[in-house]
């Protein structure tokens, strides 16, 4: 093969892949947009980060906003709401990723959400972490 033949194969091959990865990205776009309606949005408003061993860890255990299933809401005593693991995630980069597991996601009926976070003997106390949500519990269960 000459060499302008391979420089024309090496381009053709970088147009098809960089084809490719707009084609994805944009499908991915379109997918999480899809996925958020079908969800209820919350916005943490808590920000210590204390028992962490960072700010970006703390973002990690508790992203900054979230969003869960209505279908995922399981009723709980005086008209509150849980979700369990695997029910919310979050987006980052423009990709979905589950909210990490153990964590314990209580919702009041006016759509305050607490996460709680299990305590283990050895390690620093983690205060209840603080969202707002962008629908109420009546809302929630409506839609489920």
Do not use: N
């Not at 607490?114 to 009546?138: D, L, N, W």
């Amino acid at each position: 093969m000459g060499k302008p033949l391979q420089i024309i194969t090496i381009a053709l091959a970088i147009a098809i892949a960089a084809g490719i990865q707009f084609m994805m990205a944009g499908i991915q776009a379109s997918m999480t947009g899809i996925i958020a309606t079908d969800a209820v949005a919350c916005t943490r408003k808590s920000h210590s980060s204390l028992g962490f061993t960072s700010a970006r860890a703390f973002d990690a255990w508790f992203p900054k906003t979230i969003y869960f299933y209505h279908k995922a809401a399981q009723p709980a005593k005086r008209g509150r709401l849980t979700f369990g693991d695997r029910s919310g995630y979050y987006i980052k980069d423009g990709r979905s990723y589950w909210l990490a597991p153990g964590l314990k996601w209580e919702m009041l009926p006016d759509g305050r959400l607490f996460a709680h976070f299990p305590q283990k003997s050895g390690y620093m106390q983690i205060e209840t972490q603080r969202y707002e949500c962008s629908e109420t519990v009546a809302g929630i269960l409506a839609k489920r």
